[in-house]
């Protein structure tokens, strides 16, 4: 039955919810038979007190109703982002493509656990995508932030990529939680702010397979818990390499959807835990992938081959209990690490790609688009080649 799913995850933001609601220690408890602690901003624990006003059991039905229908608009969100012609994300695919995205492991892991990823996601890329200039553009972002921290790299994004304003939009948004939670939770906001962020331990093990970030994938490769200064120097290169797309992608090309994808990439990979289920950017990622296809069968391929990747659930299909991840063979290493993985060969595809042609007409750092001529819309431009 749909009440006995784990949706651990919800329980955790339910007792989150009550203590900003009724005092008490927010990150000296710990909730559910895993024992899990809080460790998120107490701004999240603002936002979740409206879970503490019905049952256990109505709250997990509801959050199952309402990630399906995020997923729903985040496809939509991702489609007319990819510039998609408008029948592609219409009412009967939209039903049809939101059955194929449940079966997607990263959306079918925040629906068992009762997740916000989808919210937030949905939130950063629905913010980003609208026309530079928009009003408030970034704030969305920001307060995203202000829930789970690694939004906080798109406000780099924009910076980089010369939108000086979103940027600072973003920066507000995110000041704006800050001072919210420790308003209402000063004590909390202190300790959270000065102690626990810097506590990636009480978010988990870094080595369990669960974890599908760089330092994840190092320490299942080099047999060790903590890659200590190995992950920081190979985090940190990273770092500065997506963020390097990033803006190459953008400037060179204009594309600010693959722009923001190698961003949110590059947060996934340098994160010191990101679960499987934070690889929802996956559904972004096919939109643009899918937009580019152009009736090529090599393209429709990197597609299907990509949806399998991301819903074959490889990592749950070896015997990875204990502490036998740290024991892997190598040829189990990409079984239980495919999303960093991908990720690394995405960021590798997208700056080959960036190189390798001369800069578009009319992108921030090609040549102007001749006067007189309009810019095609978005939906009917030619697409560009793309990486695969």
Same mark, same amino acid.
């Not at 049809?96 to 892991?109: D, H, R």
């Not at 890659?227 to 190459?248: E, F, H, K, N, Y």
């Given at each position: 039955?749909?009440?006995?799913?784990?949706?651990?995850?919800?329980?955790?933001?339910?007792?989150?919810?009550?203590?900003?609601?009724?005092?008490?220690?927010?990150?000296?408890?710990?909730?559910?038979?895993?024992? /899990?602690?809080?460790?998120?901003?107490?701004?999240?624990?603002?936002?979740?007190?409206?879970?503490?006003?019905?049952?256990?059991?109505?709250?997990? &039905?509801?959050?199952?109703?309402?990630?399906? &229908? @995020?997923?729903?608009?985040?496809?939509?969100?991702?489609?007319?982002?990819?510039?998609?012609?408008?029948?592609?994300?219409?009412?009967? @695919?939209?039903?049809?493509?939101?059955?194929?995205?449940?079966? #997607?492991?990263?959306?079918?892991?925040?629906?068992?656990?009762? =997740?916000?990823?989808?919210?937030?996601?949905? @939130?950063? #890329?629905?913010? /980003?995508?609208?026309?530079?200039?928009?009003?408030?553009?970034?704030?969305?972002?920001?307060?995203?932030?202000?829930?789970?921290?690694?939004?906080?790299?798109?406000?780099?994004?924009?910076?980089?990529?010369?939108?000086?304003?979103?940027?600072?939009?973003?920066?507000?948004?995110?000041?704006?939680?800050?001072?919210?939670?420790?308003?209402?939770?000063?004590?909390?906001?202190?300790?959270?702010?000065?102690?626990?962020?810097?506590?990636?331990?009480?978010?988990?093990?870094?080595? &369990?397979?669960?974890?599908?970030?760089?330092?994840?994938?190092?320490?299942?490769?080099?047999?060790?818990?903590?890659?200590?200064?190995?992950?920081?120097?190979?985090?940190?290169?990273?770092?500065?390499?997506?963020?390097? &797309?990033?803006? =190459?992608?953008?400037?060179?090309?204009?594309?600010?959807?693959?722009?923001? @994808?190698?961003?949110?990439?590059?947060?996934? #990979?340098?994160?010191?835990?990101?679960?499987?289920?934070?690889?929802?950017?996956?559904?972004?990622?096919?939109?643009?992938?899918?937009?580019?296809?152009?009736?090529?069968?090599?393209?429709?391929?990197?597609?299907?081959? #990509?949806?399998?990747?991301?819903?074959?659930?490889?990592?749950?299909?070896?015997?990875?209990?204990?502490?036998?991840?740290?024991?892997?063979?190598?040829?189990?290493?990409?079984?239980?690490?495919?999303?960093?993985?991908?990720?690394?060969?995405? /960021?590798?595809?997208?700056?080959?790609?960036?190189?390798?042609?001369?800069?578009?007409?009319?992108?921030?750092?090609?040549?102007?688009?001749?006067?007189?001529?309009?810019?095609?819309?978005?939906?009917?431009?030619?697409?560009?080649?793309?990486?695969?």
């Amino acid at each position: 039955m749909l009440v006995q799913l784990p949706i651990c995850d919800i329980e955790v933001y339910r007792a989150e919810g009550q203590v900003a609601a009724t005092g008490g220690d927010l990150y000296g408890f710990t909730f559910t038979k895993w024992a /899990l602690p809080a460790t998120y901003p107490p701004f999240a624990a603002l936002l979740f007190v409206p879970t503490t006003w019905i049952s256990l059991t109505t709250l997990k &039905i509801t959050f199952v109703v309402l990630n399906a &229908i @995020l997923l729903a608009l985040l496809i939509h969100l991702s489609c007319k982002a990819a510039g998609l012609r408008r029948a592609a994300y219409s009412a009967p @695919l939209l039903l049809a493509t939101t059955a194929l995205g449940i079966w #997607l492991e990263p959306v079918t892991q925040t629906l068992v656990f009762g =997740q916000i990823n989808l919210v937030l996601t949905c @939130l950063v #890329l629905w913010d /980003l995508s609208r026309p530079d200039g928009a009003r408030l553009k970034g704030f969305a972002t920001g307060l995203a932030a202000g829930v789970k921290l690694t939004p906080a790299i798109f406000a780099v994004y924009l910076l980089i990529t010369g939108r000086v304003k979103a940027a600072c939009t973003a920066l507000a948004g995110f000041v704006v939680s800050v001072l919210l939670g420790a308003l209402v939770l000063p004590g909390a906001s202190v300790e959270f702010w000065t102690r626990r962020m810097f506590e990636t331990d009480r978010v988990g093990k870094v080595w &369990i397979v669960d974890n599908q970030s760089l330092q994840g994938l190092m320490a299942r490769l080099l047999h060790i818990s903590e890659p200590g200064v190995w992950w920081l120097a190979a985090a940190a290169v990273t770092a500065v390499a997506g963020l390097w &797309i990033a803006r =190459q992608v953008y400037a060179r090309r204009g594309e600010d959807l693959w722009g923001v @994808l190698a961003a949110a990439v590059t947060a996934l #990979l340098v994160s010191p835990i990101s679960w499987s289920h934070h690889w929802v950017w996956c559904i972004p990622l096919l939109a643009a992938l899918i937009a580019r296809t152009r009736r090529n069968l090599w393209r429709w391929a990197l597609v299907v081959a #990509l949806w399998f990747a991301f819903s074959s659930r490889s990592m749950w299909t070896i015997e990875h209990s204990g502490s036998r991840a740290l024991h892997f063979a190598w040829w189990q290493q990409p079984l239980a690490a495919p999303y960093p993985m991908i990720g690394l060969a995405l /960021l590798a595809a997208l700056a080959w790609w960036t190189v390798r042609t001369p800069p578009r007409a009319g992108a921030p750092g090609g040549e102007p688009v001749a006067r007189g001529i309009p810019k095609p819309r978005t939906a009917d431009r030619p697409a560009a080649s793309t990486p695969s």
